[in-house]
């Protein structure tokens, strides 16, 4: 069984930063695409960042120059750091990765429980 934890949500002023912290825990052999997704109070989840094994990092535009996603692969865990917060940021932000338990096992996609981020103006 494979969990992720994330950490790191709260209350901020328009302007703060907040860095969002993702661990993966449990039978794990890989984990490939790693990823950020939100969902505001009445609208669809989106994909806000996205980083693969091989490092390929994806923004939606509205966070460009102003968020950075990493990983730390010795630590199963991936990171958000959110600069610049804007009240339009405000949302619950949740993890995603892409694991594969055993070698040659099927890749499993996994959702953490969320975290949420309010920025207030």
């Known amino acids: 069984q494979v969990q992720l934890v994330e950490s790191g949500g709260g209350l901020v002023q328009a302007g703060g930063s907040l860095r969002l912290s993702c661990a993966a825990s449990?039978?794990?052999?890989?984990?490939?695409?790693m990823g950020w997704y939100r969902q505001a109070s009445g609208k669809q989840r989106e994909l806000v960042a996205s980083i693969t094994s091989g490092g390929m990092i994806n923004y939606v535009d509205s966070v460009k120059g102003r968020f950075t996603i990493s990983r730390d692969d010795a630590k199963n865990t991936v990171y958000l750091q959110m600069n610049s917060l804007e009240p339009e940021d405000t949302a619950v932000y949740y993890c995603?990765?892409?694991?594969?338990?055993?070698?040659?096992?099927?890749?499993?996609?996994?959702w953490g429980q969320g975290t949420p981020v309010t920025v207030s103006s």
């Open positions: 995603n990765a892409a694991i594969e338990a055993r070698p040659r096992s099927y890749v499993i996609s996994y």
């Open positions: 449990g039978i794990i052999f890989s984990i490939n695409a």
